[in-house]
């Protein structure tokens, strides 16, 4: 049945299931601020969210973006207590890693739950691949280095930032 002419039809805002979310936040639930995630293998969104950011109690919301996301019980970002609070001040302990505010903890290039077969990694010893043994199922990451021709197309990439 159709809607009549005129009127407007309003139906209730749902909430994401895990599996039908198109994109997945990770929320410090400090100050608000967020990033997105993606799992693979047998590891939830809401464990890599953990990983990502140790140091801090986190929320994961799902929206196609973070102004339309909500929890798995349907709170929207913006009504969380501390929604955008990062925008407007540096919350004292609020942190991912326990040192700063805006960093990530660091995790081994292992354990990243992001990495898949042959994504490139650069490591101090160059740029290396994603190699065939890669598994986030529990086998070790196999880095190998890239073929000549991806490192000469990558040569003169200004370097933006140096630790």
Do not use: W
């Amino acid at each position: 049945m159709g809607v009549p002419e005129g009127e407007v039809l309003v139906r209730p805002r749902r909430a994401y299931s895990y599996s039908s979310a198109p994109q997945a936040y990770c929320v410090r639930s400090c100050d608000g601020r967020y990033f997105p995630i993606t799992t693979s293998g047998n590891r939830s969104k809401s464990a890599s969210c953990s990983s990502f950011c140790p140091a801090a109690e986190t929320k994961v919301v799902y929206g196609s973006s973070i102004d339309d996301a909500v929890t798995e019980g349907g709170k929207s970002y913006s009504e969380l207590p501390n929604a955008y609070r990062y925008r407007d001040e540096l919350v004292k302990g609020c942190t991912c890693n326990g040192k700063n505010p805006t960093g990530l903890a660091q995790i081994k290039i292992e354990d990243d739950p992001t990495l898949r077969r042959g994504d490139i990694v650069a490591s101090s010893s160059g740029l290396m691949i994603a190699g065939r043994g890669a598994d986030r199922r529990g086998a070790s990451l196999n880095l190998l280095p890239a073929p000549r021709s991806i490192r000469s197309h990558y040569r003169r990439v200004p370097i933006v930032a140096a630790q």
